[in-house]
């Protein structure tokens, strides 16, 4: 099994239990260990906070299992970079989550699951970590998005870089070839939620308008899907402005059956995750910061700790 290090300061001379009832004694002395089990979590990633109303939905539906949330916040947001600079962010991330022995990592991030993902599933994980599974969220709503529709009209709302991927339209063909598919960027709806201004009269212009652009597009419209993680914050002021015959879905319910299927599909993987209904949250940017922002999308507060990916 892996071994973790963890480091121990210790800055007086009171006595501390190790594992395997070793006893130290120091007056001054940093010592590194290694911890004789370790946890085996489903690892989620996000480029920032939007992950966490997935994850939301996955301790919701699959409370026994581990979790670890990565934010990658230091360098969010990931939507208007480039394809190879997603995927080399997404790459250390998801190397350091297979570095913390997850042996299901689950990309909730619709930008890294567009421009990243594939490469890491056919490029990289071979040699990372054969055994484990890299994931993304675009798949299992692409499987499902065209039962809910009657017109055959979808609409895509999303980041500058995944409607630019074009991986839903893509997807959404494969399993449903007859389905005519919008897309509409919507920039600024991520600022508008990790500065906590989704719920102000100002957030009311710009959700207006990117919906008063998709349905001029195509007035068949009756399926309307939240593609970033972050915009179910807004799905009280979008509903607002929809017309009542347009149906409106978030990912994370989506995502978290799909993942509740997968795992009951793979038992060699799901034998692997630990399961102790523990969650554990990470970012490579400020743990304070995190912490306050966090409880808006998680919906509880939090406890991260900061991780440098030294990139």
Sequence with gaps: MPLRFVRWRIN?????NLPANKTISSSRLTLNFKLSTLNSPIGVFDSGYGGLTVLREFVNKLPQYDYL???DNARSPYGTRSF????????QCVEWLLKQNCPLIILACNTASAKALRSIQQNDLQRLSPTARVL????????????????????????NGTVQSGSYQIEIEKFF????????ACPMWVPLVENNEHQTEGADYFVKKHLDNILDRNKNIDTLLLACTHYPLLKEKIEKYLPNNVKLLS???IVAHSLDDYLQRHPEIESRISKEGKLNFYTTDSAQDFNTKASIFFGEATEALHVDLQV
């Design 12 to 16: 007086n001379d009171e006595k501390y």
């Design 251 to 253: 990912q994370g319910e």
């Design 84 to 91: 190879e600079t997603v995927y080399r962010y997404t790459l």
């Design 136 to 159: 993304g969220v675009i798949r299992p709503t692409t499987e499902i998005i065209g039962k809910h529709t009657t017109t055959n009209s979808i609409g895509i709302l999303a980041t």
């Design 69 to 71: 949330y990565l934010g």
């Design 177 to 184: 070839p007859g389905v005519k598919i919008e897309q509409e």
